[in-house]
């Protein structure tokens, strides 16, 4: 497995505090790794020290085996595309997606064919004569910085939350378009986030960072399904946080409404017996069963939202914990507020947050 990117303990400090932590990470070629996590994470900063634009307080950068942390941007061959696209408005699409190019001295016959090549890529055969920021929408603008980035055949495309500033729709479609054309170029691509769906939709692996550190990093898959920390498990997707009491190993009590449910876990927790634990449950593996059954938790209605494709409720199960549940709409008679609520939990489902 060929290795395209390696970040051996990387570090930036702004005097006292530390933007990025310790950050060791390797992206294999033809990977999309997302860096996700909340606003101040690092991960901004992360990307700018990969790119060149900011210099590490500490640690290694490796790009196809060259140590590059010592080397300005232009001679990385990375390509970037930034937030507001970053586009020049007084030179037409074509001149944008040439300037590269032209820096790197290729023929202009190279150039006329390169730059054709990359519009094509991003769908804007035709638009190469306009300017971009008053002749172009934001989606297309958003194109002409892709193009920008990748007529350069970059090692590396780095995408610093490039569709932020488009509308939900617009986001969507493009979301689909940029991993199909990644996919297609096989390019290993660095991209910056703090949308959990983005990043699940689309990356092969996630990075997941909090307060300049790397916490997790796994497919998609892993870090929903198996979250290392509670921060982790919180962060990416909704889930339930639920107190309940270890009666052993693989035992959980929940204090509900109809008195306790116990739940056999799916593995031993390392706990002592008889400690409060955090359980984390995933609203989409919460069943709402209509008729009496043993072992469900028992609750009252609280809100009920109905989304087209599902129906989300709000659960109060006692009078610290209301739970969230989504159901599939298959035209069953929706619950009411006010209703009781029987809900089946396995516990192999749930995590033993940390
Ligand atoms: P966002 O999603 O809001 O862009 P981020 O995860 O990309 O956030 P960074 O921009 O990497 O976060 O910033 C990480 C931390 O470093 C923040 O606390 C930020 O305030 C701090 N920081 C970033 N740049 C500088 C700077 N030039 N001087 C001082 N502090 C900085």
Redesign the pocket.
Known sequence: MTVDLVLSNLSKS?GA?L?VDDVSLEVRKGEWLSLL?P????????LRMIAGFIEPSMGLIEIKGRNVTQIPPYRRNTGMVFQNFALFPHMTVDENIAYGLRIRKEQPAVIRRKVEEALSLVRLEGYGGRYPTRELSGGQQQRVALARALVIEPDILLLDEPLSSLDAKLREELCVEMSELQRRLGITTIY?T?DQEEALSMSTRIAVMSQ?RLIQIGTPAEIYERPATRFVADFIGKINIVKARLLDAVTAAIVAEGGVTSLTLGSQTEVSVGTEIELGIRPELIEIVRGEEQGLIYGTVRHVAFYGGEIRYRVAINSETTLEVSEHNRRQIPLQEGDRAGLKVDGANCLVLK
């Open positions: 702004y505090a933007a996590g606003s101040g994470c690092g991960k901004t900063t992360t910056v703090h300049g």
